[in-house]
């Protein structure tokens, strides 16, 4: 293994050396995730990364009822509207976040 003050250049160098360092950190993540030292935005993050890693993360989907009388561009239109209402819904749920 390189030394720290040493440049890493190559893209396998570098991510074997993540890979190395990769079960002290998700058991860090784990620890930060499940002690309530920390505040609850953190341990969310910290929860979601594990998740993440050993389940996937969850894929993306827009539900939008087309009754058959929308054209391409109103389903669009809904698509978009329905992604503005989930950002506005999550901007308000960060706001509503208190630390502990």
């Known amino acids: 293994m390189k030394k720290k003050d040493e440049e890493v250049t190559n893209a ?6 993540s890979r190395d360092y990769a079960p002290e950190v998700i058991r ?12 609850a935005s ?5 929860g979601q990364v594990v998740l993440s890693r050993a ?9 939008v009822k087309n009754d ?3 054209s391409f561009i109103s ?5 978009e509207s329905s992604k ?3 950002k506005e819904i999550k901007e308000d749920q960060h706001d509503l976040e208190m630390p502990m």
Do not use: H
Not at 12 to 17: G, L, T
Not at 28 to 39: L, Q, R, T
């Open 55 to 63: 389940y996937g993360k969850p894929d993306e989907s827009i539900k």
């Open 68 to 70: 058959g009388g929308g």
């Open 75 to 79: 389903v669009l239109r809904k698509i």
């Open 12 to 17: 396998e160098e570098v991510k074997k050396i």
């Open 28 to 39: 860090s993540m784990v620890e930060i995730a499940i002690n309530k030292k920390y505040p």
């Open 84 to 86: 503005t209402v989930t």
């Open 42 to 46: 953190t341990r969310v993050q910290a």
